[in-house]
Protein backbone atom coordinates (compact mmCIF):
# COMPACT_ATOMS: atom_id res chain seq x y z
CA UNK A 1 0.00 0.00 0.00
CA UNK A 2 1.66 3.39 -1.25
CA UNK A 3 1.59 5.62 1.56
CA UNK A 4 2.86 9.61 1.95
CA UNK A 5 3.08 11.46 5.40
CA UNK A 6 4.11 15.03 5.59
CA UNK A 7 5.24 16.32 9.03
CA UNK A 8 7.48 19.77 9.71
CA UNK A 9 4.14 22.08 9.62
CA UNK A 10 3.85 25.07 11.97
CA UNK A 11 3.25 28.47 12.64
CA UNK A 12 6.22 31.17 11.76
CA UNK A 13 6.69 34.43 11.72
CA UNK A 14 7.49 36.39 8.59
CA UNK A 15 11.17 36.14 7.70
CA UNK A 16 11.25 32.17 9.09
CA UNK A 17 12.48 29.10 8.01
CA UNK A 18 10.49 25.23 8.48
CA UNK A 19 11.49 22.07 6.67
CA UNK A 20 9.05 20.18 5.64
CA UNK A 21 9.12 15.87 5.36
CA UNK A 22 7.53 13.49 3.71
CA UNK A 23 8.51 9.45 4.09
CA UNK A 24 7.49 7.25 1.76
CA UNK A 25 6.45 3.84 1.42
CA UNK A 26 4.67 0.98 -0.84
CA UNK A 27 6.84 1.65 -3.46
CA UNK A 28 9.96 2.55 -4.85
CA UNK A 29 9.87 6.42 -4.32
CA UNK A 30 13.79 6.83 -6.28
CA UNK A 31 11.78 5.75 -9.44
CA UNK A 32 9.16 8.42 -9.23
CA UNK A 33 8.85 11.93 -9.91
CA UNK A 34 7.85 13.84 -6.44
CA UNK A 35 6.17 16.83 -5.87
CA UNK A 36 5.54 19.42 -3.44
CA UNK A 37 1.91 21.07 -3.84
CA UNK A 38 0.27 23.74 -1.60
CA UNK A 39 -3.50 24.79 -1.05
CA UNK A 40 -4.42 27.62 0.68
CA UNK A 41 -8.24 28.58 1.65
CA UNK A 42 -10.45 29.25 -1.44
CA UNK A 43 -7.81 28.75 -4.04
CA UNK A 44 -6.68 26.38 -6.17
CA UNK A 45 -3.94 23.63 -5.25
CA UNK A 46 -0.86 24.99 -6.87
CA UNK A 47 2.89 22.95 -7.63
CA UNK A 48 5.28 24.24 -5.24
CA UNK A 49 8.30 22.42 -6.08
CA UNK A 50 9.32 19.19 -7.97
CA UNK A 51 12.19 17.00 -8.13
CA UNK A 52 12.66 13.72 -10.78
CA UNK A 53 14.06 10.20 -10.32
CA UNK A 54 17.35 12.04 -11.24
CA UNK A 55 17.31 14.84 -8.93
CA UNK A 56 16.42 17.39 -11.29
CA UNK A 57 14.18 20.10 -9.55
CA UNK A 58 12.13 22.91 -10.56
CA UNK A 59 10.08 25.78 -8.83
CA UNK A 60 7.17 27.91 -9.03
CA UNK A 61 8.73 31.48 -9.07
CA UNK A 62 6.70 32.40 -6.04
CA UNK A 63 9.51 30.43 -4.49
CA UNK A 64 12.45 30.34 -6.37
CA UNK A 65 15.54 31.44 -4.46
CA UNK A 66 13.77 30.47 -0.84
CA UNK A 67 13.08 26.99 -1.15
CA UNK A 68 14.88 23.72 -1.81
CA UNK A 69 13.46 20.48 -2.33
CA UNK A 70 15.77 17.74 -1.78
CA UNK A 71 15.29 13.54 -1.42
CA UNK A 72 16.97 10.87 0.31
CA UNK A 73 16.67 7.78 -1.62
CA UNK A 74 17.57 5.13 0.95
CA UNK A 75 15.01 7.08 3.69
CA UNK A 76 12.35 7.00 0.92
CA UNK A 77 11.96 10.59 2.39
CA UNK A 78 10.99 14.18 0.52
CA UNK A 79 12.38 17.22 1.92
CA UNK A 80 11.08 21.30 1.59
CA UNK A 81 13.32 23.30 2.92
CA UNK A 82 11.40 26.76 3.81
CA UNK A 83 13.59 30.14 4.38
CA UNK A 84 12.12 33.45 4.01
CA UNK A 85 8.51 32.88 4.76
CA UNK A 86 5.96 35.24 3.99
CA UNK A 87 2.04 35.50 4.61
CA UNK A 88 1.14 34.12 1.45
CA UNK A 89 2.94 31.27 1.53
CA UNK A 90 0.23 30.05 4.23
CA UNK A 91 -1.64 26.83 2.94
CA UNK A 92 -1.69 23.43 3.46
CA UNK A 93 1.51 21.61 1.76
CA UNK A 94 1.21 18.15 0.18
CA UNK A 95 3.90 15.65 -0.57
CA UNK A 96 3.15 13.59 -4.15
CA UNK A 97 4.74 10.94 -6.03
CA UNK A 98 3.94 9.75 -9.83
CA UNK A 99 5.87 8.44 -12.69
CA UNK A 100 5.43 11.75 -14.52
CA UNK A 101 6.85 15.05 -13.48
CA UNK A 102 4.51 17.77 -14.55
CA UNK A 103 4.10 21.10 -12.66
CA UNK A 104 0.26 20.28 -12.09
CA UNK A 105 -1.55 17.81 -9.49
CA UNK A 106 -3.08 15.70 -12.62
CA UNK A 107 0.71 14.40 -12.97
CA UNK A 108 0.65 12.68 -9.68
CA UNK A 109 -1.56 9.64 -8.56
CA UNK A 110 -0.22 9.61 -4.62
CA UNK A 111 -0.87 12.02 -2.71
CA UNK A 112 -0.44 12.88 1.37
CA UNK A 113 -2.72 14.17 4.00
CA UNK A 114 -0.74 17.98 3.99
CA UNK A 115 0.67 19.42 6.86
CA UNK A 116 -0.40 23.44 7.57
CA UNK A 117 1.93 26.06 7.14
CA UNK A 118 1.12 29.37 8.59
CA UNK A 119 3.05 32.46 8.25
CA UNK A 120 2.11 35.77 10.06
CA UNK A 121 3.51 39.13 9.54
Not at 29 to 35: A, E, F, Q
Not at 88 to 99: I, S, V, W
Amino acid sequence: QVQLVESGGGSVQAGGSLRLSCATSGYTSSSYCMGWFRQAPGKKREGVATIDSDGNTKYADSVKGRFTVSKDNGKNTLYLQMHSLKPEDTAMYFCAAGLGCGATAEWYSYWGQGTQVTVSS
